[in-house]
């Protein structure tokens, strides 16, 4: 079992920046893929960026390109996503997700956190 918290979400006005964690504990849980999603309202969870078990290997949705970044630091067992030039669509829960691989679909994870909710205004 792994278990996620994501936090740093909150509201911030068009152009600003976040920076989520996500916390993991429990078995090999630095072993695992981990994923971002989000969720809008009236909207299907979609893939935001993903990274593999070492870092080595990143994907981003082409909507975040290059104004995201995801890392992570397994001695913290911890992953991040950089969020910069936010956007009011960028606005949803984020959710952490942990897997055996780094793919974009949801069916990929096992463990999920809570969300978070970030709101940004125009």
């Known amino acids: 079992q792994v278990q996620l918290v994501e936090s740093g979400g909150g509201l911030v006005q068009a152009g600003g920046s976040l920076r989520l964690s996500c916390a993991a504990s429990?078995?090999?849980?630095?072993?695992?893929?981990m994923g971002w999603f989000r969720q809008a309202p009236g909207k299907e969870r979609e893939v935001v960026a993903t990274?593999?078990?070492?870092?080595?290997?990143?994907y981003y949705a082409g909507s975040v390109k290059g104004r995201f970044t995801i890392a992570r630091d397994n001695a913290k067992n911890t992953v991040y996503l950089q969020m910069n030039s936010l956007k009011p669509e960028d606005t949803a829960v984020y959710y952490c997700?942990?897997?055996?691989?780094?793919?974009?679909?949801?069916?990929?994870?096992?463990?999920w956190g809570q969300g978070t909710q970030v709101t940004v205004s125009s």
């Open positions: 990274i593999n078990w070492n870092g080595g290997s990143t």
């Open positions: 429990g078995r090999a849980s630095s072993m695992y893929a």
């Open positions: 997700a942990a897997g055996k691989w780094a793919f974009s679909t949801l069916d990929s994870y096992d463990y």
